[in-house]
């Protein structure tokens, strides 16, 4: 199998390795395969190899995926793979991005919770069945890999739009009765950059190795800031 990696950075160039093909091969076995096997000086990220960190996700054949969880029979064309480090993040060297981007927009989304129980304080509770714990479980699930942030075409366009996962923290945390920044935080994503920055190509919930749909978040915080705004709270 032929596999051209991206070497360098964000004026690199794609260096083609010849590595065997093995039965329920991942694409993850294939680069740790080149680091190992062919150049060491491969540089590439990875941490549990099960689909729980989200650490190895890399462009595979131009599309943004986990690797640890793509196997090679379903991506590779006539034996052939094309590697590159997930698009939209400055490119640190070969398959390594720089992901400090990413999780500054989550902050300035607001994507940490605040509220005022202290330790002192029972547990707050939010019933299993009610309407709010249903639309957080929906989306709560993201564990910031950056498959979607790379996915979105709106933020390769605006490089300042907070992107999907953020938005889709954002949501999380507007339906949560718990909370108590939720005007503050409607402020960061309304605007250009925020929730109405985003064209509905539903990119990133079609990729997201999660199976969330952060264009239904976006589009939950869309109708919170014009309720917001109606009632003269923005």
Not at 98 to 113: L, P
Not at 161 to 184: F, H, I, K, Q
Not at 195 to 211: D, G, I, N, Q
């Amino acid at each position: 199998m032929k596999v051209s990696v991206w070497r360098g950075g964000a004026e690199g160039s794609l260096q083609t390795f010849e590595v065997p093909r093995y039965p329920s091969q991942t694409v993850l076995d294939v680069v740790t395969h080149i680091q190992r096997k062919l150049d060491p000086t491969l540089a590439y990220r990875y941490a549990c190899r099960v689909g729980m960190c989200g650490s190895c996700a890399m462009t595979v054949n131009g599309v943004p995926r986990w690797t640890c969880r793509t196997h090679v029979d379903k991506v590779a064309g006539n034996d052939r793979l094309e590697l590159r480090p997930l698009r939209n993040l400055p490119v640190i060297r070969d398959l390594v991005t720089d992901m400090r981007s990413f999780f500054d927009k989550w902050e300035r989304a607001g994507g940490h919770f605040e509220g005022t129980s202290t330790k002192a304080d029972d547990f707050a509770r939010t019933a299993p069945d009610s309407a709010e714990r249903k639309a957080i479980d929906a989306s709560i699930e993201c564990i910031g890999c950056g498959v979607c942030y790379a996915a979105c075409d709106v933020v390769t366009w605006n490089r300042d739009c907070l992107g999907p996962a953020a938005l889709n923290r954002a949501w999380t945390l507007v339906v949560d009765s718990r909370e108590t920044n939720t005007m503050e935080r409607l402020r960061a994503v309304a605007g250009d950059a925020g929730c109405h920055a985003c064209h509905t190509h539903m990119s990133c919930t079609e990729r997201c190795p999660k199976h969330l749909s952060p264009t239904a978040s976006i589009a939950g915080l869309k109708r919170a800031v014009a309720k917001a705004a109606v009632e003269g709270k923005l």
